[in-house]
């Protein structure tokens, strides 16, 4: 879809959205929990259905209602399928959970999804003995995870650590996760034991180690998701640029690494500076977008940005050269220059949620076409209500 958004400066108030890592993990805590559980604070995006598609594979029975899930938990045996559709987290938690029951399991996806990998589950599978079995567009597993001490590096995705931590209480056994190179990404991490926790879980974090003790269980109660910092940094943005937004609902206390984006705004906003994106890389493409309007920026800790959505980096970089901005791509950082110009051609969101926010974010002060403004369903299907709240005009191009 092709969307065409007028030159303007937002103003007004907003709630924030719920945060999808919360609701991610809430939900999933409340499947494996015997009993009934309420969520509130549960989007319709893409990933979120997908969460929920796969809770309900698990035999798991739920009703949605708004924002409201209600979850009967308690996974059942047989053999099943996840559809993850696009989303990272969705793939990453359920492949774990997956294993407690032993069945044979497949998980399907979108192509892109598929391709991004499974490397460090596949490490563990082998060591295990359990069965995997990689095709185009499918993964079939078939075996249970068993306590044990697992050894990792610090560079990878927090999202198959968090899957660990799901599954490991459970087990009939004490396991250990060893950490080996300083951890990235610790702030989500932080957030699923946090939600652990709060169904009675409890993991031990050392300083380079987490401690799970096994034959624990979850308990059912009733939690509210937070407001999400991620793609509340959009809506801020639009005070960078000379906006009146305030953004409602998040909490000061939290902790999502993403929060830094009031800090990393006002940089942006007084100097050139380097700012390092290692531990909060959705914030990327907002940044970036921003640092072509003021005075520029280097940015460092970007190597992970090529297993996004789209290689966020490089998507970036074609889409603020259209505003005349050159960006510099290297190994693991990314230099973007000032000096952002009305696009010279319709501007392109690589299938990626935040790209084309950003670009919208940046499209207010010139105005201009998007085409591929759906993606922002994945996490934020009501991105363009909202702007339209705070009064920047869009309309679909037929």
Not at 23 to 40: N, V
Not at 243 to 269: A, M, N, P, T, W
Not at 285 to 306: C, D, I, S, Y
Not at 355 to 376: C, N
């Amino acid at each position: 879809m092709k969307l065409k958004i007028e030159k303007g400066v937002a103003e007004g108030t907003v709630q924030a959205p719920p945060s999808k890592s919360y609701a991610h993990r809430l939900l999933i805590c409340g499947a494996l929990a015997e009993g009934k559980s309420q969520i509130d604070g549960v989007s319709s995006s893409v990933d979120m259905e997908a969460t929920l598609e796969c809770i309900n594979a698990l035999g798991v029975d739920f009703q949605k209602n708004g924002d409201t899930v209600w979850i009967n938990g308690g996974i059942k045996e047989g053999k099943r399928i996840f559809n993850c559709h696009e989303s990272g987290s969705t793939l990453r938690f359920f492949i774990p959970i997956s294993l407690l029951t032993g069945d044979e399991c497949t998980f399907v996806g979108t192509e892109r999804l598929m391709s991004r990998g499974i490397e460090i589950y596949e490490d563990i599978f082998k060591k295990q003995n359990i069965f995997c079995a990689k095709e185009a567009g499918k993964i079939t597993l078939k075996g249970k995870l068993k306590p044990d001490v697992f050894t990792m590096r610090g560079d990878i995705r927090s999202q198959f650590i968090s899957g660990l931590l799901f599954v490991l209480p459970l087990l009939n056994g004490d396991s250990v996760i060893n950490i080996t190179t300083e951890l990235e990404s610790a702030a989500y991490i932080d957030i699923t034991i946090e939600c652990l926790k709060l169904f009675g879980v409890e993991i031990e974090k050392g300083n380079s180690s987490f401690y799970i003790k096994g034959n624990q269980k979850y308990k059912p109660c009733h939690q509210v998701t937070q407001g999400d910092y991620s793609n509340s940094a959009f809506l801020d943005a639009f005070n960078v640029l000379g906006g009146g937004v305030s953004v409602l609902g998040l909490c000061d206390e939290s902790l999502q690494g993403d929060k830094i984006y009031r800090e990393y705004f006002k940089r942006l906003d007084a100097c050139t500076p380097t700012l390092d994106i290692s531990n909060c890389p959705d914030l990327g493409p907002v940044l970036f977008a921003l640092a072509a309007t003021k005075n520029g920026a280097v940015f460092t800790g970007t190597k992970r940005l090529k297993i996004k959505e789209s290689d966020r980096g490089e998507a970036m970089k074609q889409e603020l050269q259209k505003f005349g901005v050159p960006v510099e791509i290297y190994e693991n950082s990314i230099v973007v220059h000032k000096g952002a110009k009305a696009p010279v051609c319709e501007l392109y969101g690589h299938n990626d949620h935040r790209i084309v926010m950003a670009l919208s974010v940046i499209l207010t002060l010139f105005g201009g076409v998007i085409d591929g403004s759906e993606a922002v369903s994945k996490s934020y299907p009501d991105f363009f209500e909202k702007l339209a709240q705070l009064g920047i005009a869009s309309e679909e191009i037929k």
